[in-house]
């Protein structure tokens, strides 16, 4: 929270109380001062800047786990609680919660759902915004509105609280937010193996087909100083098996004879600190090369993801910018980020690879890098079909545009 | 009226009294007839009928199969064009490779399993009503199902939507779409936000190896805390089901599935998964069921012996049709470990009121769905009903539960949203109503409580 005031000159308030946000929210509602809404300050490459506010909001002290009940497979956490110490929570029962967000020790849970963060294992474990079974949210008049409750399954009225998720701060304050915890999978396995050209399209085809779905399959190309791994020529391949005890072994079988159809050359297994190996690689999806990278989140089918890596790699390469690749098999969606340490003509590179980047992939949106030029780019990627609707929407939650005024998808 | 013939063609528009009445009932709630039916065969149809009814100033009431409780899918005060998707029916297409599909809203849920079934998938939610309830009608309730308990609801299984809203433009929505998740807005909102004209679902691989076992309790209570037990030791099977002595002694009678009539409660547990695992699966579930009381354990490993066992449970709710003429299903959810306390206050409730009730429910989700039996012919019954009815959604509500778990608030349920919501807290689903249909044109008189006006609760600065 310092770094973002500090860097952004901000006044910062962080309310102790729930009833002090509110109050803190009313008064500037009605006095016309923008705020900004800040968690851990950890997804801040995503979205515009924060220049249109003129306080920051940040919701790191309210950071109490209200409710667990493991029997009950639902746990209500106030909004600035750390992943981190969610998790640590829930471990201690064998539960998690697949957040998958860069950063766990500062991200909070209000923020990684706010941000509408998608992690690499969802096709198995599912997206956030699928595990949030209740929430409370501060409106910008300060008034508190609670949607769904402490049950797994609730019809009654509309889901607001999935609305909420994704929706960047922007209908109101997340301050507390109850989610379905899972069962903690006993084993888990990690497996390193380089991925050379001939060899990616049939690896990717093999991994989708796998009966014992991996948690996590991903082709990693440039990152080398984030992901501490024996670099292949050409990227290596992440996979994570979690599974039961008894399962583990013919899943561990079922990849190793995968990946050899698909010729790919000797597998390394990792057992110990398997997930540790995820956090890292997730921490890569935001880490930024000094001020001098942008890292795009492209999303797409699980069957275009290897084709639409390496196309994205091309054209980040064309401008004689470096690329850096991840790729997710398993969900098709592909993280690019471009860099280079010569700064020399970066801005009109990075304008130019931005140009070309939205024509192949419109959706592609920016989730990392604080280059100057940024605010120039197509930081949501292309209009979404219903803006407009969005648009109405923002208007009825927050009329006086009070909260994060102009981060949002167009500018909203 | 013409105009919607032009539209559909004359032959896909009911307008006749004999007609219109089969229109003015869902499976459980009387409504009025409305003015008139359509039956449109795309969505260009519907846009228009939408325009038309706009312009004749009548409301748009979407309907899939009928099979909802709570009146959310009739015209309430009479009046009012029902757009049928009777004629919208067909999976448009099948993508195998990315497990998902694209379906007109009319698809009966059996039939879109049915449909990939050869390429060895399955759409998971599988409400009671599968058989003949539509995709478009479970996405307007957010359907459950036995099976929810692993694969979720169908919010969770919906990947965009092509919708007409009030004024019968199109719109889509994709939950990968940059900005607000409209699709989850939409799933769930009971045809009050926008109309669905097609979806693209998710479909799941179908499972390697599925066992279903049945254990017998000396309570209610033990198996309660047999749920629990098992959930607690990190197993979510696919489905636990409970069944009470009232609604095992009424399968029995009807059709002999072979459950245990000396028991107090079932419960039936379904898991799917991977037959490597299945072995450790079934024992730890055993033991787990025995150590909280079971009196017996059976499992089944055949497809006929599974069959047999869901057979049970699938045709509870129409053995209980031979105890007595009518019935009646309350929703309600209650955290998992307030089970007991709930099913108790179930009891007490149906005692008091004098009458009968047989639980059958989804155990693992906390769900609750007491039938209350009785005689349509007896006022007095039918105002028991109704007060017992209400005795549980209040205790429901003190147990820190909710008014529906799966069927929705439709009609029947409006009024006790402000058990469970604050005025602000409607008045935040009010805003979101107003953004997408100000004149309360579609499905209206629903979900909100009467009078219920952003506005009015929390006027704007």
Same mark, same amino acid.
């Given at each position: 929270?310092?770094?973002?005031?500090?860097?952004?000159?901000?006044?910062?308030?962080?309310?102790?109380?729930?009833?002090?946000?509110?109050?803190?929210?009313?008064?500037?509602?009605?006095?016309?001062?923008?705020?900004?809404?800040?968690?851990?300050?950890?997804?801040?490459?995503?979205?515009?800047?924060?220049? !249109?506010?003129? /306080?920051?909001?940040? #919701? $790191?002290? +309210? %950071?109490?786990?209200?409710?667990?009940? *493991?029997? &009950?497979?639902?746990?209500?956490?106030?909004? !600035?609680?750390? /992943?981190?110490?969610? #998790? $640590?929570? +829930? %471990?201690?029962?064998?539960?998690?919660? *697949?957040? &998958?967000?860069?950063?766990?020790?500062?991200?909070?849970?209000?923020?990684?759902?706010?941000?509408?963060? +998608?992690?690499?294992?969802?096709?198995?474990?599912?997206?956030?915004?699928?595990?949030?079974?209740?929430?409370?949210?501060?409106?910008?008049?300060?008034?508190?509105?609670?949607?769904?409750?402490?049950?797994?399954?609730?019809?009654?009225?509309?889901?607001?609280?999935?609305?909420?998720?994704?929706?960047?701060?922007?209908?109101?304050?997340?301050?507390?937010?109850?989610?379905?915890?899972?069962?903690?999978?006993?084993?888990?396995?990690?497996?390193?193996?380089?991925?050379?050209?001939?060899?990616?399209?049939?690896?990717?085809?093999?991994?989708?087909?796998?009966?014992?779905?991996?948690?996590?399959?991903?082709?990693?190309?440039?990152?080398?100083?984030?992901?501490?791994?024996?670099?292949?020529?050409?990227?290596?391949?992440?996979?994570?098996?979690?599974?039961?005890?008894?399962?583990?072994?013919?899943?561990?079988?079922?990849?190793?004879?995968?990946?050899?159809?698909?010729?790919?050359?000797?597998?390394?297994?990792?057992?110990?600190?398997?997930?540790?190996?995820?956090?890292?690689?997730?921490?890569?999806?935001?880490?930024?090369?000094?001020?001098?990278?942008?890292?795009?989140?492209?999303?797409?089918?699980?069957?275009?993801?290897?084709?639409?890596?390496?196309?994205?790699?091309?054209?980040?390469?064309?401008?004689?910018?470096?690329?850096?690749?991840?790729?997710?098999?398993?969900?098709?969606?592909?993280?690019?980020?471009?860099?280079?340490?010569?700064?020399?003509?970066?801005?009109?590179?990075?304008?130019?690879?931005?140009?070309?980047?939205?024509?192949?992939?419109?959706?592609?949106?920016?989730?990392?890098?604080?280059?100057?030029?940024?605010?120039?780019?197509?930081?949501?990627?292309?209009?979404?079909?219903?803006?407009?609707?969005?648009?109405?929407?923002?208007?009825?939650?927050?009329?006086?545009?009070?909260?994060?005024?102009?981060?949002?998808?167009?500018?909203? | 009226?013409?105009?919607?013939?032009?539209?559909?063609?004359?032959?896909?528009?009911?307008?006749?009294?004999?007609?219109?009445?089969?229109?003015?009932?869902?499976?459980?709630?009387?409504?009025?007839?409305?003015?008139?039916?359509?039956?449109?065969?795309?969505?260009?149809?519907?846009?228009?009928?939408?325009?038309?009814?706009?312009?004749?100033?009548?409301?748009?009431?979407?309907?899939?199969?009928?099979?909802?409780?709570?009146?959310?899918?009739?015209?309430?005060?009479?009046?009012?064009?029902?757009?049928?998707?009777?004629?919208?029916?067909?999976?448009?297409?099948?993508?195998?490779?990315?497990?998902?599909?694209?379906?007109?809203?009319?698809?009966?849920?059996?039939?879109?399993?049915?449909?990939?079934?050869?390429?060895?998938?399955?759409?998971?939610?599988?409400?009671?009503?599968?058989?003949?309830?539509?995709?478009?009608?479970?996405?307007?309730?957010?359907?459950?199902?036995?099976?929810?308990?692993?694969?979720?609801?169908?919010?969770?299984?919906?990947?965009?939507?092509?919708?007409?809203?009030?004024?019968?433009?199109?719109?889509?929505?994709?939950?990968?779409?940059?900005?607000?998740?409209?699709?989850?807005?939409?799933?769930?909102?009971?045809?009050?936000?926008?109309?669905?004209?097609?979806?693209?679902?998710?479909?799941?691989?179908?499972?390697?190896?599925?066992?279903?076992?049945?254990?017998?309790?000396?309570?209610?209570?033990?198996?309660?805390?047999?749920?629990?037990?098992?959930?607690?030791?990190?197993?979510?099977?696919?489905?636990?089901?409970?069944?009470?002595?009232?609604?095992?002694?009424?399968?029995?009678?009807?059709?002999?599935?072979?459950?245990?009539?000396?028991?107090?409660?079932?419960?039936?547990?379904?898991?799917?998964?991977?037959?490597?695992?299945?072995?450790?699966?079934?024992?730890?579930?055993?033991?787990?069921?025995?150590?909280?009381?079971?009196?017996?354990?059976?499992?089944?490993?055949?497809?006929?012996?599974?069959?047999?066992?869901?057979?049970?449970?699938?045709?509870?709710?129409?053995?209980?049709?031979?105890?007595?003429?009518?019935?009646?299903?309350?929703?309600?959810?209650?955290?998992?470990?307030?089970?007991?306390?709930?099913?108790?206050?179930?009891?007490?409730?149906?005692?008091?009121?004098?009458?009968?009730?047989?639980?059958?429910?989804?155990?693992?989700?906390?769900?609750?769905?007491?039938?209350?039996?009785?005689?349509?012919?007896?006022?007095?019954?039918?105002?028991?009903?109704?007060?017992?009815?209400?005795?549980?959604?209040?205790?429901?509500?003190?147990?820190?539960?909710?008014?529906?778990?799966?069927?929705?608030?439709?009609?029947?349920?409006?009024?006790?949203?402000?058990?469970?919501?604050?005025?602000?807290?409607?008045?935040?689903?009010?805003?979101?109503?107003?953004?997408?249909?100000?004149?309360?044109?579609?499905?209206?008189?629903?979900?909100?409580?009467?009078?219920?006006?952003?506005?009015?609760?929390?006027?704007?600065?």
């Amino acid at each position: 929270m310092s770094t973002a005031n500090a860097k952004s000159n901000h006044r910062g308030e962080t309310p102790a109380t729930v009833e002090e946000l509110c109050d803190l929210l009313r008064r500037c509602n009605d006095d016309g001062t923008k705020i900004g809404v800040a968690g851990g300050d950890t997804l801040r490459g995503m979205g515009f800047s924060l220049s !249109g506010s003129e /306080l920051v909001l940040n #919701t $790191t002290a +309210l %950071k109490r786990i209200v409710a667990y009940d *493991p029997c &009950d497979l639902t746990v209500a956490v106030q909004a !600035g609680t750390t /992943l981190r110490s969610l #998790t $640590t929570r +829930l %471990k201690k029962e064998g539960q998690f919660i *697949p957040f &998958d967000a860069p950063r766990p020790a500062h991200a909070t849970v209000g923020g990684t759902l706010a941000a509408g963060w +998608l992690g690499p294992r969802r096709h198995r474990f599912g997206r956030p915004r699928d595990l949030i079974v209740g929430s409370t949210i501060a409106l910008a008049d300060g008034t508190l509105a609670r949607a769904g409750g402490m049950v797994v399954k609730n019809v009654a009225g509309y889901d607001m609280s999935r609305l909420y998720v994704g929706s960047f701060g922007t209908l109101g304050v997340l301050v507390q937010t109850n989610l379905k915890t899972l069962p903690l999978p006993p084993a888990a396995r990690a497996f390193l193996a380089p991925l050379p050209e001939g060899t990616r399209a049939r690896a990717f085809t093999q991994l989708q087909m796998l009966a014992v779905e991996p948690s996590a399959a991903l082709w990693i190309d440039g990152f080398e100083k984030e992901i501490a791994s024996a670099p292949g020529a050409e990227g290596r391949l992440f996979v994570l098996l979690e599974s039961s005890d008894a399962l583990l072994e013919r899943a561990t079988r079922d990849l190793r004879s995968a990946l050899g159809r698909a010729g790919v050359p000797q597998t390394e297994i990792v057992d110990s600190r398997a997930r540790e190996m995820l956090d890292a690689i997730v921490d890569a999806y935001v880490a930024s090369v000094a001020d001098r990278s942008i890292t795009y989140r492209l999303t797409g089918l699980p069957s275009a993801a290897q084709e639409c890596a390496l196309e994205s790699r091309d054209l980040v390469r064309r401008f004689a910018l470096d690329a850096g690749i991840i790729a997710d098999a398993m969900n098709g969606d592909v993280v690019v980020r471009a860099s280079r340490n010569d700064t020399r003509d970066l801005s009109l590179k990075f304008q130019v690879l931005d140009d070309a980047l939205h024509r192949a992939r419109p959706r592609a949106r920016i989730i990392a890098g604080d280059h100057p030029v940024r605010p120039a780019l197509r930081v949501w990627g292309e209009d979404p079909p219903a803006l407009e609707r969005m648009r109405a929407l923002k208007c009825a939650f927050d009329p006086r545009g009070t909260l994060n005024p102009g981060r949002f998808v167009g500018g909203m | 009226m013409e105009r919607l013939g032009q539209a559909v063609g004359a032959e896909n528009v009911k307008t006749a009294p004999e007609d219109l009445a089969v229109y003015a009932f869902d499976a459980y709630s009387d409504g009025k007839p409305p003015s008139a039916v359509v039956i449109p065969s795309q969505t260009r149809e519907v846009s228009a009928v939408v325009k038309i009814a706009r312009a004749l100033g009548e409301p748009v009431i979407a309907r899939g199969a009928g099979t909802g409780l709570c009146g959310g899918a009739v015209s309430i005060q009479g009046g009012g064009v029902v757009i049928s998707f009777a004629r919208m029916h067909r999976m448009l297409e099948l993508d195998v490779p990315n497990r998902r599909a694209r379906v007109q809203p009319g698809i009966v849920n059996l039939h879109l399993s049915q449909q990939v079934a050869a390429s060895k998938l399955f759409y998971a939610p599988d409400p009671a009503s599968q058989r003949s309830s539509t995709i478009g009608g479970n996405i307007a309730t957010n359907a459950g199902g036995p099976h929810c308990l692993s694969y979720g609801t169908t919010v969770n299984h919906v990947l965009a939507l092509e919708v007409v809203d009030e004024r019968g433009e199109v719109f889509t929505t994709d939950i990968d779409d940059a900005g607000y998740d409209l699709t989850a807005a939409l799933v769930g909102s009971e045809g009050t936000l926008g109309i669905v004209a097609s979806a693209w679902v998710r479909l799941l691989r179908m499972p390697e190896s599925t066992r279903v076992w049945l254990a017998a309790f000396p309570s209610i209570e033990s198996a309660s805390e047999a749920v629990s037990a098992i959930v607690g030791a990190g197993i979510v099977p696919t489905a636990l089901e409970m069944m009470d002595a009232v609604i095992v002694k009424a399968v029995e009678a009807a059709f002999a599935a072979g459950y245990p009539t000396d028991a107090a409660a079932v419960l039936l547990i379904e898991n799917a998964g991977f037959e490597d695992e299945m072995n450790a699966c079934e024992a730890a579930i055993e033991r787990l069921a025995l150590a909280n009381g079971a009196l017996s354990w059976r499992a089944a490993r055949t497809q006929a012996e599974r069959d047999a066992l869901w057979a049970g449970r699938k045709g509870a709710v129409g053995a209980i049709g031979r105890i007595a003429p009518n019935y009646y299903t309350q929703d309600v959810t209650v955290p998992r470990s307030a089970l007991p306390k709930a099913l108790r206050a179930v009891e007490v409730a149906a005692r008091e009121n004098d009458l009968v009730v047989g639980n059958v429910f989804h155990a693992g989700d906390g769900n609750l769905h007491p039938l209350l039996v009785y005689d349509k012919r007896d006022r007095r019954q039918v105002a028991a009903v109704l007060s017992t009815g209400n005795a549980i959604l209040n205790a429901a509500i003190d147990l820190g539960g909710t008014i529906s778990g799966e069927h929705g608030i439709g009609y029947e349920k409006r009024d006790a949203m402000t058990r469970v919501y604050s005025a602000q807290d409607l008045a935040a689903m009010a805003r979101v109503r107003d953004v997408f249909d100000p004149e309360h044109a579609l499905n209206p008189e629903k979900i909100f409580p009467a009078g219920t006006r952003c506005v009015e609760v929390a006027p704007p600065q």
